[in-house]
């Protein structure tokens, strides 16, 4: 994207670091959506565990290390399943009413 019309194309067209979101069928759609998902939650998951070490090491308290997973990776990864799922199905659709539409 080497000017400023290219931005405004890719934004409307659904492009995410180079990926065309926008052209994905509702199985890719599923499948990144679900993707996103859980990488969402290993990442929290690992950072929050790696949080609660630090604490651990720090404060001499040992605390139950099911919260990473349990309070915090699960309702994360949930969020950004549900996000992700969202914003593809509106891309998705929107490109079903465009070709709807053309076909007409």
């Known amino acids: 994207m080497d000017s400023p019309h290219d931005v405004a194309r890719a934004r409307s067209e659904g492009v995410l670091f180079g990926i065309p979101l926008g052209d994905l069928g509702w199985f890719s759609s599923l499948l990144m959506g679900m993707a996103t998902g859980f990488a969402a939650f290993f990442l929290t998951t690992f950072v929050s565990i790696m949080a609660l070490l630090f604490y651990r090491v720090s404060s001499g308290h040992n605390p139950d290390f099911a ?4 309070d915090i990776g699960f309702p994360v990864g949930v969020v950004v399943l549900v996000l992700a799922l969202s914003y593809l199905a509106v891309q998705y659709a929107r490109r079903m009413r465009r070709r ?4 007409l």
């Open 67 to 70: 919260i990473a997973y349990r």
């Open 100 to 103: 709807h539409a053309q076909h």
